[in-house]
């Protein structure tokens, strides 16, 4: 399945990962979206329409971004029609740093990070929104230890499955080695590549994952 960007594809994203899937498949945690972009021009051109849409349809937005990043993603919002200021005062919207989610003094906790995108979930169903949509910026300055980064985003998808919320994790192709974005696919049921939503062939569900790389780290130490 793939679908160029545009209202269309808006359309295919939230349908494919809000619907409703058989107990036990591992597409339970398709609502666990990688984007890969070349630059933030091709990133809002993709995800705006999408972003724009979650407001207007009334659900919960958070969205993690490099502090570097805030004052332009606002201003990328607010040129799409959302009234940011006011999307705040309602509890529709928080923008938060991606070092105060991602880290605590400095460190990268996989189960803390995981327990906040849980809370996260829960305060909006607790809120009474239909349905929150996190959108994650991920910069090399936010993964300093990319081994425990491709373990969180495995072991993500055992809570997203509880879930139908859409969690997009997005990376810049320039700042990642090509091992790096192969871990990364294969941790999420759903990609988006050139502006096109795939269901994701590589996906592999997080214990049969992690269990694969805990093989290939033994086999090069043995090396």
């Known amino acids: 399945m793939n679908q160029p960007y545009g209202a269309v594809a808006v359309d295919m994203i939230t349908r494919e990962i809000t619907s409703t899937v058989e107990p036990g498949s591992i597409l339970q945690a398709r609502g666990h979206v990688c984007a890969f972009f070349h630059s933030k021009e091709e990133e809002y051109q993709v995800l705006l329409p999408f972003l724009k849409q979650g407001f207007e349809c009334g659900d919960r937005n958070v969205h993690f971004v490099h502090r570097t990043q805030r004052d332009?993603?606002?201003?990328?919002?607010?040129?799409?029609?959302?009234?940011?200021?006011?999307?705040?005062?309602?509890?529709?919207?928080?923008?938060?740093?991606?070092?105060?989610?991602?880290s605590s003094n400095g460190v990268f906790d996989t189960t803390r990070v995981i327990a906040c995108v849980e809370q996260t979930l829960e305060d909006g169903k607790r809120q009474g929104f239909p349905r929150t949509r996190i959108v994650g910026h991920v910069t090399a300055e936010d993964r300093p230890d990319d081994d425990a980064w491709i373990e969180y985003e495995a072991r993500l998808n055992n809570v997203l499955r509880a879930y139908r919320d859409p969690v997009i994790c997005i990376y810049d192709l320039a700042g990642a080695g090509g091992a790096f974005i192969v871990d990364i696919m294969r941790t999420h049921p759903l990609t988006i590549i050139g502006g096109t939503l795939y269901e994701n062939p590589f996906y592999t569900a997080p214990d049969e994952f992690l269990r694969q790389r805990r093989d290939r780290t033994a086999h090069k130490r043995a090396s």
């Open 72 to 102: 332009n993603h606002v201003c990328r919002l607010t040129s799409a029609g959302i009234d940011v200021s006011a999307a705040e005062q309602r509890g529709q919207f928080a923008l938060f740093n991606t070092d105060e989610v991602y």
